[in-house]
């Protein structure tokens, strides 16, 4: 099966400021893929090279087996893209511009489109100057999912929506992907590809440093825990734990960071009185430095791993 994304070597440069390096990608079809990093880590540049809004300082790229810039009209017809920043028809009403859209492409069942307006809980008929970020965005991805394309370039899609509509766009990229169509989300929130990724590629200063499940990548990921117990604990009883770090414990309550599991810590604190667990989420960039460390560490580790990755 052809890939539905393929890169190679691809590099945008924009003198001083960052782009992205050498980036070497395969997403195959039928996938829900994430891909991750802080912002301004190339994540928008990335989907901006393969739709040839911009072009490559060096290196190649295919869409659906077609060349980003030979293919691009052939590519267009069969994508949607949903910008991180919308910018639509403002003095047209929701349903005026899904028409006018569907017009354009000329394939939309009506039915369907209707049905995505509402299980997104769309107004159709205020214009669109009149309507908040979060329902400015189901306008977008109502216009991205109607016309069910082979491949879903989204970036950052859930900005502004409530969790409802949320789980509702979740379920929209699963049906894509039972379907055999492919779902390309980049996004800085691990929390909003957990659930939903096949796979997810992260991306820290331009370069893709890796390529992981979701699962292998939780396994790594960094846990700030707060237990509070019904007395006083030893502080010793936890530290050789695996994985735990940053141990205090004060006044009954422990605080720590656990890399990876917390089986060991959850069972080493059962062992006394529980009176309340707190987890605090924690940041990619927590993530990527306990994943990776810094500096020329992380140099080192994505120039190993990034040579070639294969989702």
């Given at each position: 099966?052809?890939?539905?994304?393929?890169?190679?070597?691809?590099?945008?440069s924009?003198?001083?400021?960052?782009?992205?390096?050498?980036?070497?990608l395969?997403?195959?079809?039928?996938?829900?893929?994430?891909?991750l990093?802080?912002?301004?880590?190339?994540?928008?540049?990335?989907?901006r090279l393969l739709?040839?809004?911009?072009?490559?300082?060096?290196?190649?790229?295919?869409v659906?087996?077609?060349?980003?810039?030979?293919?691009r009209?052939?590519?267009?017809?069969?994508?949607?893209?949903?910008?991180?920043?919308?910018?639509?028809?403002s003095?047209?009403?929701?349903?005026?511009?899904?028409?006018?859209?569907?017009?354009?492409?000329?394939?939309?069942d009506?039915?369907y489109?209707?049905s995505l307006?509402?299980?997104?809980?769309?107004?159709?008929f205020?214009?669109?100057?009149?309507?908040?970020?979060g329902?400015?965005?189901?306008?977008?991805?109502v216009?991205?999912?109607?016309?069910?394309?082979?491949?879903?370039?989204l970036?950052?899609?859930?900005?502004?929506l409530?969790?409802?509509?949320?789980?509702?766009?979740?379920?929209?990229?699963?049906?894509?992907?039972?379907?055999?169509?492919t779902?390309?989300?980049?996004?800085?929130?691990?929390?909003?590809?957990e659930?939903?990724?096949?796979?997810?590629?992260i991306?820290?200063?331009?370069k893709?440093?890796?390529?992981?499940t979701i699962?292998?990548?939780?396994a790594?990921?960094?846990?700030?825990?707060?237990?509070?117990?019904?007395?006083?604990?030893?502080?010793?009883?936890?530290?050789n734990?695996?994985?735990v770090?940053?141990?205090?414990?004060?006044?009954?309550?422990?605080?720590?960071?656990?890399?990876?599991?917390?089986?060991?810590?959850i069972?080493?604190?059962a062992?006394?009185?529980?009176?309340?667990?707190?987890s605090?989420?924690?940041?990619?960039?927590?993530i990527?430095?306990?994943?990776?460390?810094?500096?020329e560490a992380?140099d080192?580790?994505?120039a190993?791993?990034?040579?070639h990755?294969?989702?």
């Amino acid at each position: 099966m052809t890939a539905a994304i393929e890169t190679r070597g691809l590099t945008k440069s924009y003198g001083r400021s960052r782009g992205i390096v050498d980036v070497d990608l395969v997403v195959e079809a039928g996938q829900i893929f994430g891909f991750l990093g802080p912002n301004g880590a190339g994540k928008s540049t990335m989907i901006r090279l393969l739709l040839d809004l911009i072009r490559p300082s060096s290196g190649e790229a295919w869409v659906l087996g077609l060349d980003i810039h030979r293919d691009r009209l052939a590519i267009d017809r069969r994508i949607s893209y949903v910008p991180g920043e919308l910018s639509l028809y403002s003095e047209l009403t929701g349903r005026q511009l899904l028409t006018y859209l569907g017009n354009l492409h000329g394939h939309v069942d009506a039915a369907y489109r209707d049905s995505l307006i509402e299980r997104l809980e769309l107004d159709p008929f205020k214009r669109i100057k009149t309507l908040s970020r979060g329902n400015k965005q189901k306008v977008g991805l109502v216009a991205a999912f109607m016309i069910r394309p082979e491949l879903l370039m989204l970036d950052e899609p859930t900005a502004g929506l409530d969790p409802f509509v949320q789980l509702e766009f979740e379920r929209l990229c699963e049906e894509a992907r039972s379907g055999g169509r492919t779902v390309f989300i980049s996004s800085h929130q691990l929390p909003e590809v957990e659930h939903l990724c096949d796979r997810v590629g992260i991306i820290r200063e331009g370069k893709l440093l890796a390529v992981e499940t979701i699962a292998d990548l939780k396994a790594r990921a960094l846990h700030r825990l707060e237990i509070d117990f019904g007395g006083p604990v030893d502080a010793a009883t936890f530290s050789n734990l695996p994985g735990v770090r940053d141990l205090a414990v004060t006044d009954g309550t422990l605080r720590c960071t656990v890399m990876g599991s917390v089986d060991a810590l959850i069972k080493a604190a059962a062992r006394f009185e529980v009176h309340n667990i707190r987890s605090i989420d924690t940041s990619l960039e927590e993530i990527f430095m306990a994943y990776y460390g810094s500096g020329e560490a992380a140099d080192k580790t994505a120039a190993g791993e990034a040579g070639h990755v294969a989702a």
